[in-house]
């Protein structure tokens, strides 16, 4: 397996706040931020998500890995769409309409991101 070339640095990820709290009081005493860390995943998959895939393929969204990276850097979980992002519209439109397909298929709402959108015209 050839290593992903990404210009994302493989550092681990800090995130995450814990409190300490007076148990008598219910006083917040105290706070460390980066309460947590996520190893990087190993040079052979891609970098972001920890998946093997193509480049030209989305992330995996529901990656642990892709979900803590990108909250870490964008304060927000990722939709699809986030995942999908870097991809070409052709490569959008295919991975979106496989999505939905497997969503309904399974019974679970799709998400807003997925939803297309009519454009109103003139």
């Not at 148990?23 to 995943?41: R, S």
């Not at 529901?62 to 769409?81: D, E, I």
Request: charged content about 25%; hydrophobic content about 30%; proline content about 10%.
């Amino acid at each position: 397996m050839k290593p992903i070339k990404s210009s994302i640095k493989p550092i681990p990820t800090k995130l995450g706040t814990v409190q300490t709290v007076n148990m008598n009081t219910g006083e917040v005493t105290g706070e460390k931020k980066n309460a947590m860390t996520m190893l990087p995943p190993p040079p052979s998959v891609c970098q972001e998500c920890a998946v093997d895939h193509k480049p030209e393929y989305p992330h995996n969204q529901q990656s642990l890995a892709y979900q803590y990276y990108f909250y870490a850097r964008h304060g927000r979980w990722p939709t699809w769409t986030d995942a999908m992002a870097h991809c070409t519209d052709e490569e959008k439109a295919y991975w979106r309409k496989e999505l939905v397909e497997e969503i309904k298929k399974n019974g679970m709402p799709v998400p807003d991101d997925l939803i297309e959108r009519k454009t109103a015209g003139r």
